[in-house]
């Protein structure tokens, strides 16, 4: 009886997530290519990594400029994946240059992406979140307050080293995070990820032991939950807040 009357549920989830999808319209188009493009650009990076390398070198002075401006192109569009990226920079200007190019290339990708993806969701996803009162609390608890406090989640965001790039830029552009806190809180939580991922980069001998050492990973893993379990207290003890708020008004 209970796996008969979980039938209608599942439908209806599935009806309602399929009519969110809808209504993003182009949004849903440009998060599948987010979530997806990114990896498949990767093995072709990988495979190419060393002609890459020396197609920058052979450019000597000019080949800073034509990493950051491919890394902020393939990265904003999601075709590439940022921590690959990097790691070529850190290879081939080592850290004194290959530090600046990279989280240079990072705040032009953030922002390649925040105007493609503001152009696909007008408001689209701010009247479904609208539309939806758990949803606003959501919203305003993080992304719906003033200045410093949005600089800090999107900084928040921002931190872990495995947060998908092109999904945070996508989100945050589509519920009309202020661009000044956006760039800015990009620039500060992509620091630090940066700077490892050009360290590692600039340690290797040869593209050949491409790859993230042990403890980038663990260090990520960590950091990751530090970042839920910070926007889960904030989320709920937005709800909560809210919850009282409703009930005093019905008495």
Excluded at 105 to 122: D, M, P, W
Aim: proline share 5%.
């Amino acid at each position: 009886m209970q796996e008969t009357s979980d039938i209608p549920s599942a439908q209806t989830t599935v009806i309602r997530f399929a009519a969110i999808v809808r209504r993003l319209g182009p949004l849903s188009v440009l998060a599948v290519i987010a979530a997806a493009l990114p990896g498949l650009g990767g093995f072709a990076l990988l495979y190419f990594r060393d002609a890459a390398a020396s197609w920058l070198l052979s450019h000597e002075s000019l080949g800073v400029a034509l990493y950051v401006a491919c890394f902020a192109l393939t990265a904003g569009l999601a075709l590439l994946p940022t921590y690959a990226q990097a790691i070529i920079g850190g290879f081939v200007f080592r850290f004194p240059a290959g530090f600046p190019a990279a989280l240079g290339g990072f705040v032009g990708a953030s922002l390649i992406g925040y105007g493609v993806a503001r152009l696909a969701s007008a408001d689209r996803a701010t009247r479904l979140i609208e539309e939806q009162p758990k949803w606003k609390v959501v919203y305003d608890a993080l992304l719906g307050g003033g200045f410093w406090r949005t600089l800090g989640i999107v900084t928040l965001l921002r931190v872990p080293p495995n947060s998908p790039f092109a999904i945070t830029n996508l989100v945050l552009a589509a519920t009309r995070t202020r661009l000044s806190v956006y760039a800015l809180g990009t620039l500060i939580g992509m620091a630090p990820r940066t700077a490892a991922a050009v360290y590692i980069g600039s340690q290797l001998k040869t593209l050949s032991d491409f790859g993230a050492p042990r403890w980038y990973f663990w260090v990520g893993v960590a950091l990751t939950l530090v970042v839920l379990g910070i926007l889960g207290a904030l989320i709920q003890n937005a709800i909560h807040r809210a919850t009282q708020a409703l009930s005093a008004a019905a008495r």
